[in-house]
């Protein structure tokens, strides 16, 4: 008995005897089922859904659910709970037990969270062991976002340099910015608030790219510390919410900083006079006149050296090329010269370098000459190394009161260590060399001097170093590994260089040839090599390049190193499958392990860190179907039955699941991707009449093309094997009667006689 389909029965019995006439009686019997708990709740839905924005309070209704049980009394009545072993274990919503109203407990955040999927279950009342009988339904709520994040830039401080005659339109520096909120809220624009006053710069508010707007000339701009010249430029990011909210690239740590680099675009010039005076008997070494010359530009470009290019055949004169300082080297005598014209050159240091000339007129004063003596006791100068023999080192001079004969002077070397390295012209007592000199064998020579029949003077000569050494490397290569995750601005290599020569010629300068795709930089007084951006192995994994080390002579001697630069992997690619979402079909009643489809994922990382294995990630509790993990096949683990399951899903609530690709890194990274499987019907079950048979009634009198009756079949396959013809196999072979092959409606053919034949049997056949 089901109450559920007829709760009272009423029967009528009938008692009757054997007798004649036979005797009759009847009695009414009502029978009324009882209720038992049989019925398990049922759910209006199988999944409701629902949207709620991330800013609802706690207590907001997101929807009702409905079930019903047929069941009587506490077998009948329902109540409402989330399972938490299932879904929702953070309690961010609760359902109302008597009315089935979902509330929200807990404040949302869309971007920790888009989507929630519930279990909540409907059980009845009932006594059974188990606490009554249940349904589940899946309820399926969307976050609407709201704009409660303010875009965040990538970088807290953006430096580049440009060269002070970039064109206009030239693009400089890409600074970027993000909001995790979506739709128009993440949409970011970007705009230059601040340090721009002159509105050389523009940006791109789509895109965040700045680029120049106007000629910029370094020399024109303002001198900020150590003299680099720069532009602090302060950018807003905006989002497309009403009103936005906005991010400021805005403090010193937190700015687009330009530095503009100099060009050498400006030439030397004078500022010191041109003309001087001396007197003849001035000391050798004797300040006559201070050269200056300035240069706007900066740096190397600015930095100026002086130079004698002609009018000083004589070597009177030396010119310190660093000072600008111009003094005696040998005595001057006005009887001998008394105007001196000396080309001077000024020249920056730039590439290519830019100079200036000036004559500079010197004129020597006459003194009144007296005693044989000589005109200083002391005589200091110095010679370059490596020069052939007959070099002129200094002229002594010595001047005698009398006059005649013995006024001429004859000069002459004492004997002394050294002196055998020189030689005296015994009548101008110039000093020249009689052999080539090494400052590293000898460096300073004292030397004693005579006029014939006088006083002695002593030299005191010291030899200046020429650039005759280049540095060296301590080895001609180097090969060093680093890992891609280096951070920029890390030392990887410090380089050391040695040169024997002095001064300027033996101190080392370190820079970089060969293409180095902006990845390194040097330090040019340290050598230590570092990175300049991040590194990634996967755009490219070795760098191949040359260090060089020069002197900081005008010569420029200098060797080379090779570097070569192994970028070692890091586990920063996740694997990627080649779809997103994948489509597969398989026919029902094949064997366990039948190939679905195969499915690929892509890491660039190498090593264990790009190796690929598959998985079944969730939905597959009947372990229906199994993957290769290696390969990544799909096959099937169990027999399948279109009319059990026509569709298995992979990730979702309601028949979805998740496969998941990861590498074998530490830690590992994965991606996930969704397969839709379809089982396709085969034609294994035969159509099924609604009754085993059908009875029909009709009057001999109903006219021809009356309906009689409808016969009515089903079948569980799909599509055409679905489809259902009937035909008449048996009983009509007097043609009475006429069956639609499609919709199994039979109508009256011929007329009836109920005398003649009063029943007919039909065997009609569904295929």
Same mark, same amino acid.
């Given at each position: ?292 010359? @300035? ?125 055998? @390295? ?25 030397? @004693? ?83 300049? @951006? ?234």
């Amino acid at each position: 008995l089901d109450r559920e389909r007829a709760e009272v029965h009423r029967l009528v019995v009938e008692a009757w005897d054997g007798g004649s006439p036979r005797r009759r009686g009847r009695v009414r019997v009502s029978v009324r089922v009882l209720d038992e708990n049989d019925n398990a709740p049922a759910f209006s839905r199988d999944e409701y859904r629902a949207r709620l924005r991330e800013d609802a309070p706690p207590g907001t209704a997101v929807c009702r659910l409905r079930a019903t049980d047929p069941d009587l009394g506490a077998n009948g009545e329902v109540r409402y709970a989330i399972n938490r072993r299932q879904s929702d274990p953070d309690g961010y919503f609760a359902v109302e037990e008597r009315s089935g109203v979902l509330r929200l407990r807990r404040p949302l955040d869309r971007e920790a969270r888009a989507l929630h999927r519930l279990v909540v279950e409907a059980r009845d009342g009932g006594a059974q062991p188990e606490g009554g009988l249940s349904a589940q339904a899946f309820v399926r709520i969307e976050i609407e976002d709201i704009n409660d994040n303010q875009p965040v830039f990538e970088q807290d401080i953006y430096v580049t340099s440009i060269s002070s005659h970039t064109q206009p339109g030239t693009e400089i520096i890409n600074v970027v910015a993000t909001d995790r909120d979506s739709g128009i809220y993440e949409v970011v624009s970007y705009r230059i608030c601040s340090g721009d006053p002159h509105g050389m710069f523009s940006i791109d508010p789509q895109f965040g790219i700045i680029r120049t707007k106007k000629q910029l000339d370094h020399e024109a701009q303002p001198v900020f510390a150590e003299k680099q010249q720069e532009y602090t430029l302060h950018i807003a990011a905006e989002d497309g919410g009403s009103p936005p909210l906005t991010s400021l690239l805005m403090l010193d740590s937190l700015a687009v900083k330009i530095v503009i680099l100099d060009i050498n675009d400006n030439s030397p010039s004078f500022m010191s006079s041109p003309l001087s005076y001396v007197m003849e008997d001035v000391e050798v070494g004797f300040l006559v006149h201070h050269i200056i010359a @300035k240069d706007p530009d900066e740096g190397r470009n600015g930095q100026v050296t002086y130079h004698i290019l002609s009018g000083n055949e004589n070597k009177a004169f030396v010119l310190d090329k660093i000072t600008g300082l111009l003094t005696t080297a040998q005595l001057l005598d006005h009887e001998v010269q008394e105007r001196y014209s000396l080309t001077v050159m000024a020249l920056d240091d730039g590439s290519p370098a830019l100079s200036a000339t000036q004559v500079l007129t010197i004129i020597v004063l006459d003194v009144n000459d007296e005693t044989p003596v000589f005109l200083k006791q002391l005589y200091e100068t110095a010679v370059h190394e490596n020069r052939d023999p007959g070099e002129f080192v200094i002229k002594v001079a010595a001047v005698d009161r009398d006059a005649g004969l013995n006024s001429l002077l004859q000069y002459e070397i004492l004997p002394g260590a050294g002196y055998e @390295k020189f030689k005296m012209n015994s009548d101008s007592g110039e000093l020249v060399t009689a052999a080539s000199l090494d400052r590293e064998t000898q460096e300073v020579f004292r030397i @004693k001097g005579s006029p014939s029949r006088s006083s002695t003077a002593q030299l005191y000569l010291t030899v200046l170093d020429e650039n005759d050494h280049s540095p060296l490397f301590a080895k001609t290569q180097y090969q060093i590994s680093v890992t891609e995750d280096l951070e920029e601005g890390s030392a990887i290599l410090d380089l050391s260089a040695s040169d024997e020569d002095d001064g300027l010629n033996g101190e080392v300068m370190y820079s970089l040839i060969d293409d180095t795709y902006g990845a390194f930089a040097i330090d040019s007084v340290t050598g230590s090599v570092v990175t300049t @951006k991040a590194l990634d192995r996967e755009t490219k994994s070795q760098y191949t390049f040359r260090a060089v080390a020069s002197d900081c002579s005008t010569r420029f001697p200098r060797s080379t190193t090779v570097m070569t630069v192994l970028i070692q992997d890091v586990n920063d690619n996740v694997p990627k499958f080649e779809q997103s979402y994948y489509k597969a079909s398989v026919w029902e009643g094949q064997s366990p392990k039948t190939d679905i489809i195969q499915v690929f994922a892509t890491d660039l990382d190498s090593g264990l860190n790009g190796e690929t294995e598959y998985s079944i990630l969730s939905g597959n509790e009947n372990a229906t179907f199994l993957i290769d993990s290696a390969r990544g096949i799909l096959t099937t683990n169990t027999g399948l039955d279109y009319e059990n399951t026509s569709s298995y899903r992979f990730v979702s609530a309601s028949h979805q699941l998740i496969l998941l690709a990861s590498d074998c890194g530490t830690p590992s990274l994965s991606s996930t991707a969704t397969v839709l499987i379809t089982v396709l019907d085969v034609n294994d079950n035969p159509p099924v009449f609604s009754s085993p048979e059908y009875h029909a009634h009709v009057k001999e009198s109903i006219p021809i093309g009356s309906h009689i009756t409808e016969v009515a079949a089903k079948d569980c396959d799909a599509g055409t094997n679905a489809e259902i013809t009937y035909t008449i196999i048996s009983g009509n072979d007097r043609g009475h009667f006429y069956l639609d092959g499609r919709t199994g409606s039979v109508n009256l053919m011929k007329t009836l006689d109920y005398e003649d034949t009063m029943k007919f049997t039909l065997i009609i056949q569904a295929t």
